[in-house]
């Protein structure tokens, strides 16, 4: 009918128009290769599956760093989008569990507001939305399998050509939640550590010739995780060479 269709138009519109980008690193070393190779495992040519994928990789590899870039990249493929945000800190706080819930609903569903009691009427509300729609949600740093079930059940909530990214620390928890593919993040090599390092110590990516040196020493030291690159990084831009030989010291 006339309404329903008003409706479809006023969705597709503000679909077209959601060109909302999510900030991905100052400095994008490294990134976009990453996200290629987790791209490909997607597959969004098969535009009728559902497919679960979970990125994989101890804290500060770029998890996030990588999701956000992919949801960037591919978001405007879907009819609605949503990225939950580090979901382990805010499951800590149970007033936040039924708001992240809100928070799926309000992004897939951006002309609209929804109420939800609790977890269990959030499940079923979700089940009901997400399987109308060809959807995009993103689940950051999940710790435990209700978080995956409170915020999208299983694949059968979600509408064909749907894709359900997890980034988590656990690989365990990937297989529990039945992930039809794992993309573990590859380390950062020599050239691409140095070069991370260096925008954030000497703002261009190569090292001042007198701190080459130590930039070598702390890329070593530094397990070439890109968080510990960019703190690193930041807390020697100002310091002179006698502060950066401490720091060398307490690393070894």
């Not at 079930?149 to 620390?169: M, Q, V, Y």
Request: proline share 2%; with cysteine; aromatic share 6%.
């Amino acid at each position: 009918n006339e309404s329903a269709d008003i409706k479809n138009i006023v969705e597709q519109v503000t679909r077209l128009l959601d060109r909302t980008q999510l900030f991905v690193a100052e400095h994008p070393v490294g990134v976009e290769s990453r996200v290629q190779a987790a791209t490909k495992l997607l597959n969004i040519q098969n535009s009728e599956d559902v497919l679960l994928l979970g990125i994989w990789g101890m804290g500060g590899t770029g998890k996030t760093t990588i999701a956000k870039a992919i949801y960037n990249q591919i978001g405007n493929n879907f009819e609605g989008r949503s990225f939950i945000l580090n979901i382990r800190e805010s499951w800590e706080k149970d007033s936040n569990l039924v708001s992240l819930q809100q928070q799926v609903l309000s992004d897939v569903y951006t002309t609209m507001t929804f109420r939800i009691r609790d977890i269990e009427s959030g499940k079923i509300k979700l089940k009901e939305r997400l399987a109308r729609k060809r959807v995009l949600v993103v689940l950051d740093d999940v710790n435990e399998e209700d978080q995956v079930k409170a915020l999208c059940g299983n694949r059968e909530w979600f509408g064909p050509g749907s894709r359900l990214i997890i980034t988590t620390r656990d690989k365990h928890l990937l297989r529990s939640c039945a992930v039809d593919r794992i993309h573990e993040i590859n380390e950062m090599d020599d050239r691409e550590s140095l070069e991370l390092f260096c925008w954030h110590a000497f703002k261009q990516p190569s090292p001042i010739e007198e701190f080459a040196k130590h930039s070598t020493g702390v890329i070593a030291y530094s397990g070439r995780l890109p968080l510990a690159l960019e703190v690193l990084g930041a807390y020697l831009s100002d310091c002179e060479i006698t502060e950066w030989q401490k720091v060398l010291e307490k690393l070894k």
